[in-house]
């Protein structure tokens, strides 16, 4: 998140799906925060990521390439803009509350953690990391591994950045400031200098990288002599439409049909 946003998308963290984040998308509002453990408090978006898709995030999207995979996609403002615009897409993320709110936007999405197998592996031709989301996990290059193999071979992976020069890992909790919290889970702060020593590492070229609204970006690319799996599904096929994922926590349960 340019400030961040989003969750923490490791298998076993269901930690945005604490009433906190729950109880802010309803409401389309905040306050919310992440929390360190030392107090510290970053002011999350809510009422950005439940609006429109603004000027800045079009200007990320004029940039995808492609069938896109929007990971941590949150209430999926850029799914639905994506979806509009007849892009193939699908949001990932584990909050319950975050995918139903894609969904009733008409967007696609799952609820489940980008270190889960996904439709499409090895065949994205973009993928977004926006919002903070390069903090996903705590261990950013095994973030961007992951991207980079459900990435095709020359791919893009589009990241937002801290707009400061910060490598940080923590461990934070979302809260509302009025006394109610989520589980702690790790996380991780990015600026752009930080970000392109780990993709270099992880596989990625960079491709870019720009500031516009107070808000930094970076793109990278995947190795194109890359070989993917002959079994992964194409990102646009009928298994990304039909797999929902649902408000009970079982991975295999839809939401709601497309």
């Known amino acids: 998140m340019s400030t961040l946003r989003t969750k923490p998308h490791c298998a076993a963290a ?3 799906s604490a009433d906190p984040y729950a109880d802010a998308l309803a409401a389309g509002r905040g306050p919310l925060f992440l929390r360190r453990t030392d107090g510290w408090l970053l002011p999350l978006e809510v009422e950005r990521w439940c609006a429109d898709a603004d000027a800045v995030d079009l200007e990320v999207l004029r940039r995808c390439e492609g069938a896109v995979l929007d990971v941590g996609c949150g209430p999926g403002r850029l799914v639905a803009a994506l979806a509009a615009r007849g892009r193939p897409v699908l949001g990932v993320d584990v909050s319950e509350a975050a995918v139903a709110h894609t969904v009733r936007l008409g967007g696609q999405a799952l609820r489940r953690s980008v270190f889960e197998p996904l439709p499409g592996e090895g065949r994205w031709d973009t993928a977004l990391l926006i919002d903070g989301n390069v903090g996903i996990g705590g261990e950013p290059r095994a973030l961007l591994r992951r991207l980079a193999r ?20 923590v461990r934070v909790e979302v809260a509302d400031g009025r006394g109610a919290a989520g589980t702690p889970f790790p996380w991780a702060r990015l600026g752009t200098p930080a970000l392109l020593r780990h993709a ?3 596989g990625l070229s960079p491709d870019g ?7 930094s970006f970076v793109a990278l690319r995947s190795r194109s002599d890359r070989r993917t799996s002959r079994a992964a599904e194409a990102p646009n096929s009928t ?17 709601a049909d497309a």
């Open 14 to 16: 269901p930690a945005w």
């Open 150 to 169: 459900l990435l095709a071979p020359g791919g893009l992976l589009i990241a937002e950045t801290v707009p400061v020069d910060v490598d940080e890992r």
């Open 200 to 202: 270099g590492r992880a």
């Open 209 to 215: 990288q720009w500031t516009t609204g107070g808000r």
């Open 239 to 255: 298994a990304v439409i039909r797999s929902q994922r649902a408000a009970n926590p079982s991975p295999d349960r839809p939401v």
